[in-house]
């Protein structure tokens, strides 16, 4: 029988727990409506600690979002049309979640059906084997799953023991009433004749005696049952303990750090679901146990006792108090982080939420929270408990929030949407600093009550480390400090310390995960890549990978000092390409077009071995954000001689007049792209369309691209026959004037013998050619008709 029919006849809290294993992470509806499709993927052959396994997932996703819209297709009726949308929207939700982390897609369903298989198994006592569902993750599900049924057996255990001592009490007093009656009964014997009191004493005498000494009895068992309950609620609140630390300290922890790595361009963090199901369990459970120990201690108020107890009861009340609190005060965190470059007077939002919020019914009187700017030492005294109320380092405005509870999935949170910086206050810097090196943080406070005002907290959360900057030059460098505090801040920190230096291949990963993200590919960072960012970062000339792994690289060889004989840093360099790439280049890089990382010399050496007319694109050693064209030709100076040329780079402003694929195609004399495949091949495809034919007299004027050197006609007799205009400075945009007139290509060479352009010798063409395309067509052409 299929797992999911099982699932559904669950019952009390094992269909409790089966429930919280959905979300906004995984509808429900999504295992309903594809549980047969679900439960017939190959879920446990691919494994998760592998990266190499992501395209299986990448391919498990895109088989579920099909499946979904596949579903929503056939979706007939009125009730049909609504659950149409909600699938269609299922669809679109799961492949914007996973689509840059599949394997957590694979994670989340493992778990699903491991924990499902496992309450459906414990619910009908079978043996049968679970069947490889469980990877390192499920395992620690599962612990921790285990741990909470044994707290929930404990504390029954308890509240079991506590009925029993409370009826056991209420006996005890009883029978003291009674001993009280008798002990009267014989004080008014006194008022008796002789005889009769003689008569009746002997009795009372003796029941006295027989309740006394039960009562005796009674006193020490009742003490007894008291001195066990306190043991058993000590165990109790150890595991307690324990369980807590493995969800706040790991689990949490872990949680954030991958927010952390997630600000540099990781997989996203992930729901906060589970956690927030596993907190509220251990705010049921602690609350539980607070409640039996606060009667116990009524009741030993109730019938003091001499001994022990009062002590011990003492005590485990301060722990219960330090344990809820602890969860109270880490579960008040930054679900959607502030941005960590924040520029002034511009608007930004973040969300905080309190995971034991709906629990602990904080929601019934909705706290206010309020956002501040502050400083590192501010921060620093922050976490040393140092009095710095009403410090700040700025003004934040819109920076109050109600926390608001939502209903349907159970979080209460504060959406701050219209934050904005209204000022900074800056500190002194530290030797050579800039202030795109110094870091400040967004602090998030409030105060609630829990129980009917029994417990008043006061919690903080800090944001991520934030740069801030007042103008947008400035973003590639505070990016560089994001970026490097993210990489390779320790947990637990003092705000907000960094290692001063890093191993190359730490960085590597980092450099490597930014990379990626900003530019939206699976395709990262080769090993020849990063050999060649290596031989640029150390000024060094080895190829080989392992000379680099022990190699450590500063702060200041990162982003503070220049390279050697430039104006700019290794980060700024690097950002410089991402920029580039992700703007502009982002289909050829995925391609594998752009070999990119190639200095001058490597070009060389790879296109003498080629057939002429074969190019490769490589990224500008000498300027930000530009990319070159390299290719092998005859020389014209020399007979029979061949040698490498290289147009000078191009950078976004060129690309906004001409994209890099027309750039290609304007080009004749480039024929392969290295190492042999022809161009058209590669590029085709994103060739912009011809241009249609002259609407109501007028024509379109058509810019293309020359290099005067390698000029030839184009063949092609629907274009006409037109010769070309040199655009100068960058690889010439041209016009083409189809009959109206013709002007001679510029008989200077404008490469040099590096293949290189003279800026000089051309801006007077570039400005030509820029006035030429500004003037009506009739002053252009003398006359045509317009």
């Known amino acids: ?35 047969q499709w679900i439960e017939s993927q190959l879920w446990d052959a691919i494994d998760l600690e592998n990266p190499q396994e992501e395209f299986k997932a990448k391919r498990l996703l895109d088989s579920l979002t099909q499946e979904l819209q596949n579903k929503a297709e ?21 492949k914007s979640t996973y689509d840059r982390c599949p394997l957590e897609l694979v994670r989340c369903i493992k778990h699903i059906l491991y924990t499902e298989q496992r309450l459906v198994r414990e619910a009908t006592n079978s043996s049968s084997p679970v069947g490889g569902m469980m990877d390192s993750m499920s395992q620690k599900y599962q612990q921790i799953n285990q741990a909470f049924e044994e707290l929930r057996l404990l504390t029954q255990d308890t509240e079991n023991d506590l009925r029993k001592l409370q009826h056991n009490q209420e006996y005890f007093i009883i029978q003291y009433q009674e001993s009280l009656r008798i002990q009267a009964q014989l004080t008014s014997l006194a008022t008796l004749p002789p005889a009769d009191r003689q008569l009746r004493e002997p009795a009372l005498l003796s029941k006295r005696a027989t309740v006394e000494a039960w009562l005796t009895r009674e006193a020490n068992t009742l003490q007894k049952y008291r001195l066990d309950l306190a043991e058993k609620h000590q165990k109790t609140l150890q595991l307690l303990r324990k369980q807590q630390t493995i969800i706040l300290d790991d689990e949490l922890i872990q949680w954030k750090r991958r927010q952390q790595l997630a600000g540099n361009g990781g997989p996203p963090e992930g729901g906060l679901d589970i956690l927030q199901s596993w907190c509220e369990k251990l705010a049921e459970t602690i609350w539980q146990n607070r409640q039996q120990i606060r009667r116990a201690e009524h009741l030993r108020q109730q019938l003091p006792i001499p001994g022990p107890i009062e002590k011990l009861l003492n005590e485990l009340n301060s722990t219960i108090t330090d344990i809820i609190s602890a969860l109270v005060t880490s579960t008040f965190i930054i679900e959607k982080q502030p941005p960590q470059v924040l520029k002034t007077q511009t608007k930004f939002a973040a969300t905080v939420r309190l995971l034991v ?11 206010q929270v309020k956002a501040t700017i502050v400083s590192e030492q501010q921060a620093k005294a922050l976490l040393k408990n140092e009095n710095t109320r009403n410090d700040s380092s700025g003004e934040i405005l819109n920076n109050n929030c109600v926390m608001e509870y939502h209903q349907t999935t159970g979080t209460l949170s504060a959406h701050f949407r219209n934050m904005s910086l209204k000022r900074i206050k800056r500190s002194d810097r530290r030797g050579a600093e800039s202030v795109t090196e110094e870091k400040f943080t967004i602090l998030f406070e409030s105060q609630f009550s829990v129980g009917g005002n029994e417990l008043v907290f006061q919690v903080k959360t800090l944001s991520l480390p934030v740069v801030v900057i007042v103008h947008g030059s400035q973003d590639n460098n505070a990016t560089a400090t994001v970026l490097w505090d993210n990489a390779f801040a320790e947990p637990g920190r003092v705000p907000f310390l960094v290692p001063d230096k890093v191993l190359w291949p730490q960085l590597c990963d980092a450099i490597n995960m930014k990379y990626k993200a ?120 020399k007979a029979g001689e061949r040698m490498v040329w290289n147009l000078m780079p191009y950078t976004t402003k060129d690309f906004s007049i001409r994209s890099l694929a027309d750039r290609i195609s304007d080009l004749n004399h480039l024929l392969f792209l290295y190492p042999d495949r022809h161009k058209d091949e590669v590029f085709s495809k994103y060739y912009t369309p011809p241009l249609s034919k002259a609407v109501d007299g007028y024509v379109k004027p058509q810019i293309k691209q020359v290099v005067p050197e390698f000029t030839t006609a184009n063949p092609d007799p629907a274009i006409g026959n037109p010769t070309y205009m040199d655009h100068g400075a960058s690889p010439a945009p041209v016009n083409h004037p189809h009959a109206y007139g013709i002007y001679p290509p510029m008989s200077d060479s404008m490469l040099d013998t590096d293949g290189d352009f003279d800026l000089d010798d051309t801006m007077d063409v570039a400005r030509h050619v820029e006035e030429l395309l500004r003037r009506p067509v009739e002053s252009q052409w003398g006359g045509q008709q317009s």
């Open 357 to 367: 919020g709906g629990k602990l019914n904080v929601h019934m009187n909705p706290p």
């Open 518 to 637: 900003e530019v939206q590919s699976n395709r990262g960072l080769s090993e020849e890549n990063l050999v060649f960012l290596a031989q640029k970062a150390f000024s060094s000339s080895s190829n080989n990978p392992d000379d680099y792994r022990n190699m450590t690289m500063t702060w200041s060889q990162f982003n503070r000092e220049s390279l050697p004989g430039r104006n700019f840093t290794f980060w700024q360099w690097f950002d410089g390409v991402m920029e580039l790439t992700k703007k502009h280049l982002k289909p050829h890089w995925n391609d594998g077009a752009i070999l990119g990382f190639v200095n001058k010399q490597q070009a060389q050496d790879m296109l003498m071995s080629k057939p002429n007319g074969t190019f490769l694109l490589r990224f500008s050693d000498s300027e930000i954000g530009g990319i070159t064209i390299a290719w092998v030709a005859e020389n014209p100076n």
């Open 74 to 94: 056939h979706q007939v009726g009125e009730d049909g049309f609504l659950l149409k949308i909600k699938l269609g929207h299922y669809a679109s939700q799961l």
């Open 1 to 35: 029988m299929a797992v999911w029919i099982q699932a559904q006849q669950l019952q009390g809290d094992a269909l409790h727990q089966m429930q919280s294993l959905y979300g906004q992470h995984f509808p429900i509806e999504v295992r309903h409506y594809l549980s």
